[in-house]
C-alpha cells in the first residue's frame, strides 16, 4: 500500500518570501505520478503541480516548483515570491501509473499554510 | 460556467436519516469521483465511476450509493445516516483516468449528522 506523509501541519511565510513545503511518500511502485493540490478557504481543491516519477527533471508551474528526489522518495513544493492569495491547505498526493485503482489520488494530510502581510 | 457543481453546498440531518448530495459536470469528461475530507482534513477516495462504471470502490459502507444516470452526472446516496458521516464530500472529474487526466474538483458538500 502507498503511504503519503507531511510532517507540517502549520507553516506561515512572509509575502514575498520563499517557503518550502515537505512531502515524503513510501511505495514499491516503479511508476508513479506525484501531485500537489491547494485547497483555499473556499474549499475548492487546485491542481498546482504534478510530476512523473520517470522524469529526472523537477516540474515547474511559474512560482510553484518541486524538488523530486526519488531515492529518497521525497516531493517538496517550493512557492517562491508567496502571495496573500497562496494562503491555503496544500496536500501532497501519489497515483500509481498501472495495475488498478487509476484515477485513485491518494492524499497526504495537509500543510496548512498562512502567508503573511 | 462552473465545471463541476455540487448540490447542496450544506446539509444537516438527524442520524437514521437518507440523504443524496447530487454532483454535475459541464466539461465532457468520461469519468467522476466522490471523495470524503473528514474533520482532519483527511481527504481519502470513496468511489470513481468511468463511463458510468464503477472503477474504485474503496472500502466504504454500503450505506453509501453511487448512483450515476449518465456521464455527467454522478450523485451520492446515504442510508440511515450516522454522526461519523459528518464530512466534506468532494465530487471532482477528469477526462480519463490516466494520472496525466487532471481532476477537477467541485466545491464540496459539508454533511452535518446531529
Known amino acids: 500500500a502507498q503511504t503519503v506523509t507531511q510532517s507540517q501541519p502549520e507553516m506561515s511565510v512572509q509575502e514575498a518570501e520563499t517557503v518550502t513545503l515537505s512531502c515524503t511518500y513510501d511505495?514499491?511502485?516503479?511508476?508513479?505520478?506525484l501531485f500537489w493540490y491547494k485547497q483555499p478557504p473556499s474549499r475548492q481543491m487546485i491542481l498546482v503541480i504534478r510530476?512523473?516519477?520517470?522524469?529526472?527533471q523537477n516540474a515547474t508551474e511559474n512560482r510553484f516548483s518541486v524538488n523530486f528526489q526519488k531515492a529518497a522518495k521525497s516531493f517538496s513544493l517550493k512557492i517562491s515570491d508567496s502571495q496573500l492569495g497562496d494562503t491555503a491547505m496544500y496536500f501532497c498526493a501519489f497515483m500509481k501509473r498501472y495495475g488498478g485503482s487509476q484515477g485513485n489520488l491518494i492524499f497526504g494530510k495537509g500543510t496548512k499554510l498562512s502567508v503573511k502581510p | 460556467d462552473t465545471a463541476v457543481s455540487q448540490t447542496p453546498k450544506y446539509l444537516v440531518t438527524q442520524m437514521g436519516n437518507d440523504k443524496s448530495i447530487k454532483c454535475e459536470q459541464n466539461?465532457?469528461?468520461?469519468?467522476m469521483y466522490w471523495y470524503k475530507q473528514d474533520s482532519k482534513k483527511f481527504l481519502k477516495i470513496m468511489f470513481s465511476?468511468?463511463?458510468?462504471?464503477?472503477?474504485i470502490n474503496e472500502t466504504v459502507p454500503n450505506r453509501f450509493s453511487p448512483k450515476s444516470p449518465d456521464k455527467a452526472h454522478l450523485n451520492l446516496h446515504i442510508n440511515s445516516l450516522e454522526l461519523g458521516d459528518s464530512a466534506v464530500y468532494f465530487c471532482?472529474?477528469?477526462?480519463?483516468?490516466?494520472?496525466?487526466?487532471?481532476?477537477?474538483f467541485g466545491p464540496g458538500t459539508r454533511l452535518t449528522v446531529l
Open positions: 510530476q512523473e516519477a520517470y522524469k529526472q
Open positions: 466539461l465532457g469528461h468520461d469519468t
Open positions: 465511476y468511468n463511463n458510468k462504471e464503477l472503477i
Open positions: 511505495t514499491s511502485e516503479s511508476n508513479y505520478y
Open positions: 471532482a472529474s477528469s477526462p480519463g483516468l490516466e494520472p496525466t487526466d487532471t481532476q477537477y
